[in-house]
């Protein structure tokens, strides 16, 4: 089974600041089928990116994903105030077919 | 675009099943692979099962193997998720969402579902 760990469980900013989110896997994950997902308290998650580094349809250019496989980096680079909730990665693969990470909560200094 | 609509709340005794609609819009059911995935009062996400469309079966998650049984209703464009013999630890919500390039979305709005005596 493939586990994600995101580090680090909440992350204190202030907006204008640069976030980065980190996810890590314990087997190599395929690029093609990493997602990053953020939820806001009382709402449904909404994804960000796929594909490891795509943004989805709407998603703002400040958002951005990188990485391959085993390590996985969300960046924020310019925090806006409707930026701060929880972001979980998922990916696509090995059995169990998806996994998702713990949760990065992202909260403001 | 697609849009999925999901039933509303609902209270459960211990060992009760529960059956969570989720209705679709924009797109026919058989466009799609709708997956169901839960989130404990707190908690992270915990995907449940779906459907594969390279296998062209519904995959259930072993933890719920033998619990959950999720089909459709081509006819009225609704796809459900039942899970039976509830617990405690089942109380949770739960989100119906579709399948795209290996990643979820979009997905419904969500169904608290309480198991409680």
């Known amino acids: 089974e493939i586990v994600l760990t995101q580090s680090p469980g909440t992350l204190s900013l202030s907006p204008g600041e640069r976030a980065t989110l980190s996810c890590r896997a314990s087997?190599?994950?395929?690029?093609?089928?990493l997602a990053w997902y953020q939820q806001k308290p009382g709402q449904a998650p909404r994804l960000l990116i796929y594909?490891?580094?795509f943004r989805a349809t709407g998603i703002p250019d400040r958002f951005s994903g990188s990485g391959s496989g085993t390590d996985f980096t969300l960046t924020i680079s310019r925090l806006e105030p409707e930026d701060f909730a929880v972001y979980y990665c998922?990916?696509?693969?090995?059995?169990?077919?998806?996994?998702f990470g713990q949760g990065t909560k992202l909260e403001i200094k | 675009q697609v849009q999925l609509v999901q039933s509303g709340a609902e209270v459960k005794k211990p060992g009760a099943s529960v059956k969570v609609s989720c209705k679709v819009s924009?797109?026919?059911?058989?466009?799609?692979?709708m997956h169901w995935v839960r989130q404990a009062p707190g908690k992270g996400l915990e995907w449940m099962g779906g459907?594969?469309?390279?296998?062209?079966?519904?995959l259930y998650a072993q933890k719920f193997q033998g619990r959950v049984t999720m089909t459709e209703d081509t006819s009225t464009h609704t796809a459900y998720m039942e899970l039976s013999s509830l617990r405690s630890e089942d109380t949770a919500v739960y989100y119906c969402?579709?399948?795209?390039?290996?990643?979820?979305?979009?997905w419904g709005q969500g169904t608290l579902v309480t198991v409680s005596s």
């Open positions: 969402a579709t399948r795209w390039r290996g990643a979820f979305d979009p």
């Open positions: 924009g797109y026919t059911l058989t466009e799609l692979s």
């Open positions: 459907f594969d469309p390279e296998d062209g079966e519904t």
């Open positions: 087997q190599s994950v395929s690029s093609s089928y």
């Open positions: 594909g490891a580094s």
């Open positions: 998922q990916q696509y693969g090995s059995s169990p077919m998806y996994t």
